[in-house]
C-alpha cells in the first residue's frame, strides 16, 4: 500500500495506473476506521483492479459548533487497517493542501438538503459535495462506495453526479452494525457506558417501525413516528428528528409507500447519532 499525502501526486499516480487499465474504485473516509468502512473497502476489492482510500476529515463539511477539533483520529491504526483490508493507495492530505487558497467557486446544494441532518447542520452537505468533487477529480474512479448509515449523503452525491455528470458510480453499501444493532460510527466512542447501552434503542425503534408497518399494515406516516418516539424517549438522548420520507427524493408522504426511508437522529451528550431504514416497493 502507498501512501500519499499531496493530490498531485495521487492525480499522477493515479493517471499512469489508468493508463495501463486499471479500473479504480474510491472509498472516502474521515478516519478511525471501523467494520462500517471495512466493508465498503471490501465491496471496492471486489469490483475494481485498485481501491483508493481517503482520509480526510473536510474542516468545509463542519459547522463552528460541531466537533471538527475533537473528531477522533489514529492514522497509524487506520493505516494499519486499510494495509490489511487491502487498500492500494491511502490518500491522506492535509487541509492547506487541499484548500490552498480562497476558492472562487462555491458549491451549493439545493435539492434533498432541508430535511433530515441538513436542516440541522446547515452548509454540511455543501461542504461534502465540494470535497467530494475534488476528490472525484483527483482520484478519477470508476466507482465509489458511500455508507447507507448516511443515505442523505448517498441522495445528495448521486444529485451532485449526475448533475455535473461526473463518470463514477456511486455504489450504496449496507449499514454494518454492531452485534446488539448499533450502527457503527467513528462517533460512537463519544458515548458514556450508560449511553452506549441505551443507543440499542435506535435500531430497536427503526425494528418495531418496520415491523408495524410490515406485518402491522399501518400507512400512516404520524402513527409510525409516534411508535418510534415512544421507544426513543425510554433513552435519556435527546430526539433531532423522526422523519419518514420519499427515497432517494427525500420528500414528504401522506401515506407510506413506494421506496421510503425512516430516519432518525438523536443527541446524547457528546455524540448526536443517525440511524435509518430503507424499504422498497411498500
Ligand atoms: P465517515 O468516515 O464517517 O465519513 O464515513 C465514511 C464512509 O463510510 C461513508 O460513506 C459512510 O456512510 C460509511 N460508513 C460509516 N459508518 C458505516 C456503517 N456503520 N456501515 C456502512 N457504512 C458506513
Redesign the pocket.
Known amino acids: 500500500m502507498k501512501v500519499i499525502n499531496k493530490p498531485e501526486d495521487m492525480q499522477k499516480q493515479i493517471k499512469q495506473e489508468i493508463r495501463q487499465g486499471k479500473t479504480v474504485g474510491f472509498v472516502?473516509?474521515?478516519?478511525f476506521l471501523h467494520e462500517?468502512?471495512l466493508?465498503?473497502i471490501k465491496q471496492a476489492r471486489v469490483d475494481n483492479d485498485l481501491v483508493v482510500l481517503s482520509i480526510f476529515v473536510n474542516p468545509l463539511q463542519f459547522g463552528p459548533n460541531e466537533d471538527y477539533e475533537r473528531y477522533p483520529r489514529d492514522l497509524g491504526r487506520d493505516e494499519e487497517m486499510a494495509r490489511s483490508a487491502g487498500v492500494d493507495y491511502l490518500f491522506y492530505p492535509e487541509v492547506s493542501e487541499m484548500y490552498k487558497s480562497e476558492r472562487s467557486v462555491e458549491l451549493i446544494v439545493k435539492e434533498r438538503v432541508n430535511i433530515l441532518c441538513g436542516a440541522s447542520r446547515p452548509g454540511h452537505f455543501d461542504g461534502v459535495a465540494t470535497v467530494l468533487v475534488k476528490l472525484f477529480n483527483i482520484v478519477m474512479p470508476d466507482r465509489a462506495y458511500?455508507?447507507?448509515?448516511?443515505a442523505q449523503?448517498v441522495a445528495v452525491v448521486k444529485g451532485l453526479v449526475d448533475d455535473f455528470n461526473i463518470p463514477v458510480q456511486i455504489i450504496p453499501?449496507?449499514?454494518?452494525?454492531e452485534k446488539d444493532g448499533l450502527?457503527?460510527?467513528?462517533r460512537n466512542v463519544y458515548l458514556s457506558n450508560e449511553e452506549r447501552k441505551e443507543a440499542t434503542g435506535l435500531y430497536e425503534s427503526l425494528r418495531v417501525a418496520k415491523e408495524a408497518l410490515l406485518a402491522g399494515g399501518e400507512r400512516n406516516p404520524e402513527k409510525i413516528k409516534a411508535i418510534i418516539t415512544k421507544k426513543l424517549s425510554q433513552t435519556s438522548g435527546e430526539i433531532d428528528y423522526i422523519e419518514i420520507l420519499s427515497y432517494p427524493a427525500l420528500t414528504p408522504l401522506k401515506q407510506v409507500e413506494g421506496e421510503i426511508i425512516i430516519a432518525i437522529a438523536v443527541k446524547f451528550e457528546k455524540a448526536r447519532l443517525i440511524d435509518n431504514i430503507v424499504l422498497n416497493n411498500l
Open positions: 472516502p473516509t474521515m478516519g462500517g468502512h466493508e465498503l458511500f455508507g447507507m448509515k448516511d449523503q453499501v449496507e449499514i454494518v452494525r450502527a457503527m460510527s467513528s
